[in-house]
């Protein structure tokens, strides 16, 4: 097994984030509309962002610290326990391979609608193995192709959003449609607009994924996903007020690609290429960043032994973790092969959500174990710590708890497969020998233990061990 290629830089960090969740302004959120008009999309948004904005702070100060390949699981792993980071594991590579999977089946359902003899699952699985084909070649290849397909989508909806404003080429927008069904069902919308409030954000956590490629990670990582959460709450707020003035209520709530179908209704032939551009080109960069972090989060789960060490090995040549990459393939197609785009949605989210719990409170765990904040420790320190991070946490569970209108039974089957791995996965632990070290860059200049040593201690202070010589 050989070492992961170190090459990537902040702008491959921001393209692997903003990759993978712009596609959630391009289609999907306006769910939140069905559920609780502009208003109850409009607090989704807000609501969903705030815990997004705390996710990707605590991301940036894990991924940063600990420049693992695994990510969430990695810190968990280090900081909670084992069965917990197996879960969280799992629920990621869970939550990208089902998005992957919505992915390709938007692009063959936007294929069909131009040429009506083309099969959906056929488009959906072609894009899938070429984007696999591309990962299987190294990080900084399929990274730097996201840079590119995320960088048209963005300049897309930008130019949208200026048109729609300054009424330059559309001008049927009006803004009676940001006030009319803007409350259809009261109070109980807004509240159930949440479920689909992750859509805006699902995934930007994942930009930390590459931590172990990037060249300087400690730079990097905070710069790249910080850089990657402000433009998505900006492409955010655009994309609700450019929809809400071009569709009505009804139409907007039930739209597969709600940002191109607002350019049709817009009648700006140029605005209608420029936005079916940008939801392939969308669709392909999220497709594409979420078989890197998948493979990644399986890799870190085959190093540790939780699942066979056959997909722990790294490509001679690429540097990649092909196997792990190759095996995306038949999940996603499990997935893309049932058609059914909310409930793949759902599925995502929910997984996503287990995320969402346990990394705030790995961050947690990580400063009460390593309180020392130098900048070899802590290259970023988030602010507000850990009031934010238990804030993100509450808004996670009242996330989740709104999937008690309409998905209470993928609640229920999300929550027991969940559970049954946890049991799983810590018997399995407990059946193998760990032989990875997760080793800090910084722990043996300190002289401080292993993280599973100090996992068992209420606090591990800066001057147990040797920790003063950071000072």
């Given at each position: 097994?050989?070492?992961?290629?170190?090459?990537?830089?902040?702008?491959?960090?921001?393209?692997?984030?903003?990759?993978?969740?712009?596609?959630?302004?391009?289609?999907?959120?306006?769910?939140t509309?069905?559920?609780?008009?502009?208003?109850?999309?409009?607090?989704?948004?807000?609501?969903?962002?705030?815990?997004?904005?705390?996710?990707?702070?605590?991301?940036?100060?894990?991924?940063?610290?600990?420049?693992?390949?695994?990510?969430?699981?990695?810190?968990?792993?280090?900081?909670?326990?084992?069965?917990?980071?197996?879960?969280?594991?799992?629920?990621?590579?869970?939550?990208?391979?089902?998005?992957?999977?919505?992915d390709?089946?938007?692009?063959?359902?936007?294929?069909?609608?131009?040429?009506?003899?083309?099969?959906?699952?056929?488009?959906?699985?072609?894009?899938?193995?070429?984007?696999?084909?591309?990962?299987?070649r190294?990080?900084?290849?399929?990274?730097?192709?996201?840079?590119?397909?995320?960088?048209?989508?963005?300049?897309?909806?930008?130019?949208?959003?200026?048109?729609?404003?300054?009424?330059?080429?559309?001008?049927?927008?009006?803004?009676?449609g940001?006030?009319?069904?803007?409350?259809?069902y009261?109070l109980?919308?807004?509240?159930?607009?949440?479920?689909?409030?992750?859509?805006?954000?699902?995934?930007?956590?994942?930009?930390?994924?590459?931590?172990?490629?990037?060249?300087r990670?400690?730079r990097?990582?905070?710069?790249?996903?910080?850089?990657?959460?402000?433009?998505?709450?900006?492409?955010?707020?655009?994309?609700?007020?450019?929809?809400?003035?071009?569709?009505?209520?009804?139409?907007?709530?039930?739209?597969?690609?709600?940002?191109?179908?607002?350019a049709?209704?817009?009648?700006?032939?140029?605005?209608v290429?420029?936005l079916?551009?940008?939801?392939?080109?969308?669709?392909?960069?999220?497709?594409?960043?979420c078989?890197?972090?998948?493979?990644?989060?399986?890799?870190?789960?085959?190093?540790?032994?939780?699942?066979?060490?056959?997909?722990?090995?790294?490509?001679?040549?690429?540097?990649?973790?092909?196997?792990?990459?190759?095996?995306?393939?038949?999940?996603?197609?499990?997935?893309?092969?049932?058609?059914?785009?909310?409930?793949?949605?759902?599925?995502?989210?929910?997984?996503?959500?287990?995320?969402?719990?346990?990394?705030?409170?790995?961050?947690?765990?990580?400063?009460?174990?390593?309180?020392?904040?130098?900048?070899?420790?802590?290259?970023?320190?988030?602010?507000?710590?850990?009031y934010?991070?238990?804030?993100?946490?509450?808004?996670?569970?009242?996330i989740m708890?709104?999937?008690?209108?309409?998905?209470?039974?993928?609640?229920?089957?999300?929550?027991?497969?969940?559970?049954?791995?946890?049991?799983?996965?810590?018997?399995?632990?407990?059946?193998?020998?760990?032989?990875?070290?997760?080793?800090?860059?910084?722990?043996?200049?300190?002289?401080?233990?292993?993280?599973?040593?100090?996992?068992?201690?209420?606090?591990?202070?800066?001057?147990?061990?040797?920790?003063?010589?950071?000072?």
């Open positions: 097994m050989s070492d992961l290629e170190k090459k990537l830089r902040p702008y491959h960090v921001w393209a692997l984030g903003v990759g993978i969740v712009l596609v959630g302004e391009y289609m999907g959120w306006n769910f509309v069905a559920k609780g008009g502009i208003i109850g999309s409009l607090f989704a948004m807000l609501v969903a962002g705030l815990m997004y904005i705390i996710i990707a702070i605590c991301a940036s100060e894990l991924g940063s610290s600990t420049k693992l390949a695994g990510g969430p699981y990695d810190w968990v792993r280090l900081f909670v326990g084992p069965g917990a980071a197996a879960i969280v594991g799992l629920a990621v590579y869970m939550e990208y391979i089902a998005l992957s999977a919505g390709s089946i938007v692009v063959g359902q936007l294929a069909q609608v131009y040429f009506e003899w083309i099969d959906v699952k056929a488009v959906a699985m072609l894009i899938l193995a070429i984007l696999t084909l591309i990962n299987y190294g990080a900084v290849t399929a990274l730097t192709l996201n840079f590119f397909l995320t960088f048209v989508s963005a300049i897309a909806v930008v130019i949208f959003f200026v048109a729609s404003v300054t009424g330059i080429g559309v001008p049927n927008f009006s803004f009676d940001l006030f009319s069904g803007a409350m259809p009261g109980v919308g807004v509240f159930a607009a949440m479920q689909f409030g992750p859509w805006f954000y699902l995934g930007i956590e994942g930009a930390a994924m590459c931590a172990e490629e990037c060249k990670p400690t990097a990582v905070p710069l790249g996903q910080q850089a990657g959460m402000i433009t998505l709450a900006l492409m955010a707020g655009m994309t609700v007020f450019i929809c809400a003035g071009l569709m009505g209520f009804a139409e907007l709530g039930a739209s597969v690609y709600p940002l191109y179908e607002a049709v209704n817009s009648g700006a032939i140029v605005l290429i420029l079916g551009i940008g939801t392939v080109f969308t669709c392909l960069a999220s497709s594409n960043g078989i890197n972090d998948s493979s990644r989060s399986w890799l870190a789960l085959a190093r540790d032994g939780f699942i066979t060490d056959w997909f722990a090995d790294v490509h001679p040549k690429y540097k990649s973790p092909f196997k792990a990459i190759i095996f995306t393939i038949p999940v996603s197609a499990g997935f893309a092969f049932s058609g059914y785009l909310d409930q793949v949605i759902t599925f995502s989210i929910m997984s996503g959500l287990v995320c969402y719990v346990l990394i705030p409170f790995a961050l947690i765990r990580f400063r009460k174990m390593y309180p020392t904040t130098n900048s070899l420790i802590r290259p970023f320190a988030g602010p507000l710590q850990p934010i991070a238990m804030l993100a946490m509450g808004i996670a569970i009242l708890s709104t999937f008690f209108w309409a998905y209470i039974s993928n609640l229920l089957f999300a929550l027991l497969f969940y559970i049954i791995a946890y049991f799983y996965f810590t018997w399995r632990y407990k059946k193998i020998k760990v032989e990875r070290s997760k080793e800090f860059s910084w722990k043996d200049k300190l002289g401080w233990p292993d993280p599973e040593v100090a996992h068992g201690q209420k606090r591990f202070t800066a001057q147990t061990g040797g920790g003063n010589n950071g000072k």
